[in-house]
């Protein structure tokens, strides 16, 4: 079982910047694919980024350029830095882990309004 605990979420205005944190349970975390999804209101959730073991990452195209995700194997740790936000960043945001089984987060509200 790994617990998953997010943290960073909160209201920005547009242009800002977040960084978002996952906090794993599992000591074996570094053996985990991790993922940021997101959940707007009345949309479905959507992948924003990936990190993999071997660190390699994709993004969504909405996020490229703009968003970074990271990890800290040592802290277990996983990050999303998001810079230039707009208000359609506006949703949960919620970490995934994924190696046998999928575990998921409990979420974290980000806002992007002025």
């Known amino acids: 079982q790994v617990q998953l605990v997010e943290s960073g979420g909160g209201l920005v205005q547009p242009g800002g910047s977040l960084r978002l944190s996952c906090a794993a349970s599992?000591?074996?975390?570094?053996?985990?694919?991790m993922t940021w999804y997101r959940q707007a209101p009345g949309k479905q959730r959507e992948l924003v980024a990936r990190i993999t073991p071997a660190g390699t990452t994709n993004y969504a195209d909405s996020v490229k350029g703009r968003f970074t995700i990271s990890r800290d194997n040592a802290k277990n740790t996983v990050y999303l830095q998001m810079n230039s936000l707009k208000p359609e960043d506006t949703a949960v945001y919620y970490c995934?882990?994924?190696?046998?089984?999928?575990?998921w987060g409990q979420g974290t509200q980000v806002t992007v309004s002025s």
């Open positions: 995934n882990a994924f190696l046998l089984n999928e575990y």
């Open positions: 599992k000591s074996i975390f570094s053996a985990y694919a």
